[in-house]
């Protein structure tokens, strides 16, 4: 079955460290995004990614990193730089004509 | 960033009623989304509304694609407790930039 998979879904992080989420997609999309969200709000773009080997800021990068060295893969590094990192994190695809986005399952990040 | 104003912020409804939220925005978009989200899970696509007037339905939901082309609405008919959760809309504009943008959501909530 085709679908985006994220992992871990729970993650647990000490303050300071690096930690990298996972995104998996094997719908042949060629857009990846990285969305933020915090207990009753919408969704925040960290990052996105249209080609392989390419990515775009979002509207809230700062402590974030990606890579797209695969069209499959779209890994995000939350770093220690990012102030508030406690969040749930959604990595979506799409097809760069529309159609609108496919999300993953979500990993919850708790940094303690 | 940008971000389509949706409303109402929640609702609280008995079952068997019906359910009505809106986004707009000042900007034109040429492809509306609607996506709910359940408690812990990514969002999942609802309905895609790509013309101006355009009227969509999925089973009990209904939903407009503004003339305008600025705002959207959807229909939830005959409410029954598995819709409960939050509805997100998005807007794309399908320019080179086929990023999506969000509304706050509307967190719906049946009364028992």
């Known amino acids: 079955d085709g679908g985006i998979t994220q992992s871990p879904k729970y993650l647990f992080r000490k303050e300071g460290q690096n930690v990298t989420l996972s995104c998996e997609q094997n719908l042949n999309h060629d857009a990846m995004y990285w969305y933020r969200q915090d207990p009753g709000q919408g969704l925040r773009l960290i990052y996105y990614s249209q080609i392989v080997n390419d990515f775009q800021k979002g509207d809230i990068a700062e402590g974030y990193s990606v890579s797209r060295e695969k069209k499959e893969s779209f890994p995000l590094t939350v770093t220690s730089a990012q102030k508030n990192p406690t969040a749930f994190y959604l990595c979506?695809?799409?097809?760069?004509?529309?159609?609108?986005?496919?999300f993953g399952q979500g990993t919850r990040l708790t940094v303690v | 960033g940008q971000q389509l104003n949706q409303s109402p912020q929640s609702m609280f409804i008995q079952e068997g009623e019906d359910v009505s939220m809106n986004c707009t925005s000042s900007?034109?978009?040429?492809?509306w989304l609607w996506y709910k989200q359940d408690p812990g899970e990514g969002p999942v696509l609802l309905i895609a509304l790509y013309k101006a007037g355009e009227l969509t339905s999925n089973g009990r939901l209904t939903a407009q694609f503004g003339i305008t082309r600025k705002d959207s609405f959807l229909n939830i008919s005959a409410s029954i407790p598995s819709d409960v959760g939050i509805y997100f809309c998005?807007?794309?504009?399908?320019?080179?930039?086929?990023?999506?943008?969000w509304g706050a959501g509307t967190k719906l909530i049946i009364k028992p």
């Open positions: 900007s034109i978009f040429n492809t």
């Open positions: 979506a695809s799409s097809y760069t004509g529309g159609d609108g986005a496919f």
């Open positions: 998005a807007g794309q504009k399908g320019d080179s930039n086929y990023q999506l943008i």
